[in-house]
């Protein structure tokens, strides 16, 4: 089944550990990129990735990495997390930039 | 600077009666546009998409949306509301040029009611 798996679904951490949302796809997408959703502000870019090891910033990366080593994988890496950091989070891909977005199950990230 | 408008946040209509869910956007060159749909607890999933072939989209479940260069429009319509539409609809555009090939940029949604 084509499909964007992200992990974890739920996540709670303290203020300043380091961790990592994983996002795979299974469909020899070029294009996946990053989002956060909150209330009253619908998704905002953090990142995305065009191909392999090509990475770009979106409208908010900053307290984000990322990393494209292989196609079907695209991780993000919040370093040092913050609670304004608390969110949802969705992964996305698609065969060409401007094409059909496949979104993921999404991430619900609380920093306390 | 691209940007996305969505009129009205909340949105209820009865059941059988016309959706109309209005987005605006900003560009300086011909954008492709974008209708997202989130059900509770879900991810988006693609509703229609405008990429300049033809200015009136037909979508799924009965959706459509016509693309109005003159007013910088893209708004969502389907003709008789069901029970099942109720759902967070979003409206995206990507500007293809060349700094900002790959950018997004998402509406603040509209929340859809629909009343039996």
């Known amino acids: 089944e084509a499909q964007v798996t992200q992990n974890p679904r739920y996540l709670i951490t303290v203020t300043g550990k380091k961790l990592t949302v994983t996002c795979s796809q299974n469909m020899n997408h070029e294009y996946m990129s990053w989002y956060r959703q909150d209330p009253g502000l619908g998704l905002r870019q953090i990142y995305y990735?065009?191909?392999?090891?090509?990475?770009d910033k979106g409208d908010v990366p900053e307290g984000y990495k990322v990393s494209r080593k292989e196609k079907r994988n695209f991780p993000l890496i919040l370093e040092s997390p913050s609670p304004n950091q608390t969110s949802l989070y969705f992964c996305?891909?698609?065969?060409?930039?401007?094409?059909?977005?496949?979104f993921g199950s999404g991430t619900q990230l609380s920093v306390l | 600077a691209q940007s996305v408008t969505q009129l009205g946040s909340h949105v209820s209509v009865s059941e059988g009666a016309l959706v109309l869910l209005r987005c605006n956007y900003s560009s300086s060159v011909p954008p492709y546009l974008f209708w997202y749909v989130q059900y509770p607890n879900q991810g988006l999933q693609l509703l229609l998409k405008y990429t300049s072939a033809a200015t009136l989209v037909k979508g799924i479940n009965g959706f459509e949306a016509e693309f109005k260069k003159s007013e910088t429009s893209f708004h969502l319509t389907k003709p008789s509301a069901h029970m099942s539409d109720a759902a967070e609809y979003f409206c995206?555009?990507?500007?293809?040029?060349?700094?900002?090939?790959?950018?997004?940029?998402f509406g603040r949604g509209t929340q859809l009611t629909v009343w039996p």
């Open positions: 995206a555009v990507r500007i293809d040029r060349g700094s900002t090939l790959g950018r997004l940029y």
């Open positions: 996305a891909s698609s065969r060409r930039a401007y094409e059909k977005l496949f």
């Open positions: 990735s065009m191909n392999v090891e090509v990475t």
